[in-house]
C-alpha cells in the first residue's frame, strides 16, 4: 500500500485549500481512508474519515462544516477539501487508510508522508 499526500501549502486564514492523497496497492472497496494532522506540539488528532466507496463522513468538531472528505475511484485519489481556514488549522497533514470501516482513532495500518497546512493570520 502507498499512500502520496501533496497539496499543502500557506495560506490566509479564510482561504481554502485541497489536499489529495494519491492511493496504490490495496483492494479499494474494502478500504477506509482519513485524514490526521499534527500541530507543533501536539499529538495527531483526527480530521475526517471515510469509506472508499463513499458513504457516511466523519469528522473532528472542530472542522465539521467546513472541510470535507471525498475519493475518486477513475483516480485512486482521497481528497480532503478545506475553506475558510483558521490558523489553528496549521499542522501537518496525513492520509491513511486501512481495510474496513471509517473511524476516528488513529489505528489506520497505512499512513502517507505528511504535507504541511500553515495558515497565517
Known amino acids: 500500500v502507498q499512500l502520496q499526500a501533496c497539496g499543502g501549502g500557506l495560506v490566509q486564514a479564510g482561504g481554502s485549500l485541497m489536499l489529495s492523497c494519491a492511493a496504490s496497492g490495496f483492494t479499494y472497496s474494502t478500504y477506509a481512508v482519513g485524514w490526521f494532522r499534527r500541530a507543533p506540539g501536539r499529538d495527531r488528532e483526527f480530521v475526517a474519515s471515510?469509506?472508499?466507496?463513499?458513504?457516511?463522513?466523519y469528522y473532528a468538531e472542530s472542522v465539521t462544516g467546513r472541510f470535507t472528505i471525498s475519493t475518486d475511484n477513475a483516480k485512486k485519489v482521497v481528497y480532503l477539501q478545506m475553506t475558510n481556514l483558521k490558523p489553528e488549522d496549521t499542522a501537518v497533514y496525513f492520509c491513511a487508510a486501512d481495510r474496513g470501516f471509517p473511524r476516528i482513532t488513529a489505528t489506520f495500518d497505512y499512513w502517507g508522508q505528511g504535507t504541511q497546512v500553515t495558515v497565517s493570520s
Open positions: 471515510i469509506g472508499w466507496n463513499g458513504g457516511t463522513a
